[in-house]
């Protein structure tokens, strides 16, 4: 595989390639077909809201039925995975869940922020995962990650540990059942609208903040996933 090539393919969906790594028996990485241990995993997602207008007009966003983003990823992340012989692995369908967050620390230079989302120097927290592909060779063209430090250690302030409506976000801990009580009581509310206050109060990379139809999708699907708990 060479990670030019598959970059380019996921630009044609609004994807970004987020980095890959070489997987050791720590990465806890599914092996392949036949039980072949995989040699690397390549992450893709989304940053700011590139997939958007590519995923708004797909079939999935438009047929009305449930989970419409990941019924797209698994399309995308399924036809890449039979072209490169790699086996797609993806961020939902657990528990238990791949753990996506430290395979990302892995990948490229992200750090774990107090909202448990992890923050990436030049995006900031506005960035996902959609899928991962596992592969049985190491990628021809795999650059060394840059090392940055977390944006989180110069920002005393920490703005996004105050700005949740009910106090959610302890630094430690989140409260889902104090933020859902306030979406669901609110569904006009900035929250719902323009996505999760504590996160838009994050100054870095405040321009790749999700367009607000996208914010409002997330936060949709957020509180309808809860609610068929
Ligand atoms: C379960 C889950 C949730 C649960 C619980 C989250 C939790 N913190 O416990 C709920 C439903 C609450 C949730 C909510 C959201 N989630 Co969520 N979630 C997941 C999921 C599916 C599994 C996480 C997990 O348990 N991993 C298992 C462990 C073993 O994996 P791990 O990588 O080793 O775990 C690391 C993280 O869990 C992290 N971590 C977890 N909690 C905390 C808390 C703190 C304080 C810190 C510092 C770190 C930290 O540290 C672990 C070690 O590195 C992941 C996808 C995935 N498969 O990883 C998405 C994921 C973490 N969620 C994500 C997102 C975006 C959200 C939402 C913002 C969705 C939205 N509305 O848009 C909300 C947040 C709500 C809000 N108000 O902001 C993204 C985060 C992207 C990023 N930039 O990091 C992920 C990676 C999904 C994706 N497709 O990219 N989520
Ligand atoms: S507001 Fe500061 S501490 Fe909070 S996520 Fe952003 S940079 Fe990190
Ligand atoms: S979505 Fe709103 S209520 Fe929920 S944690 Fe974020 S700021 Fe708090």
Known sequence: MRLLQLKHELEAHGLVLRGAFEV???DHVPPLAHAMPAAALVLVGNVGSSLWPQFAASPEYCDGRRDPLDRWSQRIGDALAARYGARALYPFGGPPHYPFQRWASRAESVHP?????AIHPEHGLWHAYRF??????MPDDLAPTPEYASPCLGCAKRPCLDAC???AFTGTEYRIGACMLHLRDTPGGACMQLG???RCACPVSAPSRYDSQHAAFHMQAFVIAQSSE
């Not at 991962?132 to 060779?137: E, P, V, W």
């Open 165 to 167: 409506p009910v106090g």
């Open 24 to 26: 050791g028996p720590e």
């Open 196 to 198: 999760c206050a504590a």
């Open 132 to 137: 991962a592909l596992a592969i049985d060779q």
């Open 113 to 117: 922020s107090p909202l448990g989302l």
